[in-house]
C-alpha cells in the first residue's frame, strides 16, 4: 500500500475492514484480533517512516540514519530471538491431559516452595502445605509479599514450583494440558476493569459464555 499510494491504500483499506466486519458476524474471527492488527500496523507505520523516506543525496546527511539503522537492527534480532525462544511452560503447547471442565476443583499444595526466577534469594513459600476441598470458601491474608498473589500464580501454572507440588482433583497441574485447564478457571482479581457490572457478568465475559 506503501508503494502504489495512499488512494489505493485507502481503497484496500476499506475492503479489509468490510471483510473483517462479515468474519466477525460469522464468529470466525474475534473482534480483539482485528485490534491486534490494526495496533500492529499502526505501529509499523509510524516506526517506518523514518527508514522508508527518500534518503538525501548528500552523503554527510545519510550518516545521519545510521545510528537509527543500527538500533532498528539490533531491536530485529532481540525481537526475533524472543518469538524464536521456546518457553518453560508453553501455553501453546498440545501436550499433556485434555479435559473439558474439572472434576470437582480440589486444590492442594503439598510442601511448596518458591521463588520468583528474578530474585532466586528471596524465598517467598517455604513448605506451603494447604487443602482446599469442593464447596470450601479459603481466605489468604497476610502482609503484602507474603505469598498470596504468588500462590494463585501458581494454581494458574504461570510458573512451577521448585519444591513440592500443586494439585487440582488429584491430578499435578503440570500434568494437564495448560490451555484446557485455564479455561477451567475463573479469576477476579484485585482490580477487575473487564466489565463495570456484577462480579458474575465479569466472569461470564471472560469466559466468553
Request: with cysteine.
Amino acid at each position: 500500500m506503501v508503494c502504489i499510494g495512499p488512494e489505493f491504500g485507502i481503497l484496500y483499506e476499506c475492503t479489509c475492514l468490510l471483510v473483517w466486519e462479515h468474519l466477525v458476524e460469522e464468529r470466525r474471527v474475534q473482534y480483539h484480533s482485528i485490534l491486534r492488527v490494526f495496533h500492529g500496523l499502526d505501529s509499523w507505520r509510524s516506526s517506518s517512516r523514518t527508514i522508508l523516506v527518500p534518503l538525501p543525496t548528500d552523503h554527510a546527511n545519510n550518516s545521519s540514519f545510521a545510528p537509527d539503522i543500527s538500533k532498528a537492527k539490533s531491536s530485529a534480532i532481540n525481537v526475533n530471538r524472543l518469538i524464536e525462544r521456546q518457553p518453560q511452560i508453553d501455553a501453546w503447547s498440545g501436550k499433556g491431559k485434555h479435559i473439558k471442565s474439572l472434576d470437582q476443583g480440589h486444590l492442594q499444595f503439598k510442601d511448596v516452595h518458591f521463588r520468583y526466577p528474578t530474585r532466586p534469594h528471596v524465598p517467598v513459600l517455604r513448605g506451603l502445605d494447604i487443602e482446599v476441598k469442593p464447596g470450601q470458601y479459603v481466605a489468604l491474608v497476610g502482609s503484602s509479599g507474603c505469598g498470596k498473589s504468588t500462590a494463585v500464580a501458581l494454581i494458574e501454572r504461570f510458573y512451577d514450583p521448585l519444591i513440592g507440588e500443586v494439585l487440582v482433583d488429584g491430578v499435578p497441574v503440570k500434568e494437564y494440558n495448560l490451555t484446557d485447564f485455564r479455561r477451567s478457571l475463573s479469576l477476579v482479581s484485585q482490580e477487575p476493569t473487564c466489565v463495570l457490572s456484577w462480579m458474575f457478568l465479569t466472569i461470564v465475559y471472560i469466559k466468553g459464555q
